[in-house]
């Protein structure tokens, strides 16, 4: 849902798009290779119109998401059983967020936007299908952590899951139901004990080929000033993940430094520990 909402947001602040256009752009979608529950109730929501106050109703409700347990549920159990997870971790932070609307408000008037921020004065259609591409990438990378959470889970807990059953019972019916499913469960029935979804050669084609545009929107976004951590935390997640090196070299000398946690090298096994207040 974050990814979507993000969406939504790059339309609406970046594009300054009306309800028409925005609800066009998510019904083609639908019509598209992203179709599910969640992209037709979207597409639907932006062709309601109030009752109460004659206007589309979407401008009636107030921007506040409230918790009911499953993303926090999701982000913990992903600590727990330590499987990164940044991009479900984004969607319950900016749930939290949203609650702090007076306090926002607040934040406007004391943080005011630099004057360097301005709206997307590229051709805005090109920018659409960008956008397009960036979503169904950000919601493979969205995938790809939740299914790596369940397959951790299953281990650790002896469930025994079949994550291309699990997919395929999600596709049935689901409010995360969508197209997307069937090449997941393709992928678990190419190889059962698949790690991760973006080490099936389909699935990391179908990334790659949408990597410039998933680039390209989150550039956007921090030219105009409009929060998407979802889609920047699925970007992040892509380029960690497919990095032989990270610098968490540092990270283990820092924690050796002020804690004496030890640290592990390159070039022998075993743990080590250096005095650090030693010349």
Known sequence: ??????????????????????????????????????????????????????????????????????????????????????????????????????????????????????????????????????????????????????????ERYGYQLDLGTVARIWRGGCIIRAALLEDIAAAYAR????ANLLLDPDLARTVLSREESLRAVVCAGARTGTPIPGLMSALAYLDSYRSPWLPANLIQAQRDCFGAHTYERVDRPGHFHTEWEQE
Do not use: C
């Open 191 to 194: 190889d059962p004990a698949l």
């Open 1 to 154: 849902m974050e990814l979507i909402a993000e969406s939504y947001d790059l339309m609406k602040r970046g594009l300054g798009m009306d309800n028409a256009g925005i609800r066009r752009s998510f019904q083609e979608w639908s019509e598209g290779g992203l179709g599910g529950y969640l992209m037709e109730i979207t597409a639907a929501i932006f062709a309601r119109r109030d009752t109460l106050a004659g206007q589309d109703l979407i401008d009636a409700v107030l921007g506040v998401a409230r918790q009911n347990g499953t993303g926090i549920w999701t982000s913990q159990s992903a600590m727990e059983l330590q499987v990164p997870a940044p991009t479900i971790d984004q969607a319950v932070a900016q749930r939290d967020l949203s609650a702090l609307d007076r306090e926002r408000e607040r934040a406007g008037h004391a943080l005011p936007r630099t004057t360097g921020l301005r709206r997307y004065d590229g051709d805005r259609s090109v920018f659409l299908v960008s956008l397009g591409q960036a979503l169904h990438a950000g919601m493979v990378m969205a995938f790809a952590q939740g299914m790596a959470l369940l397959g951790a889970a299953s």
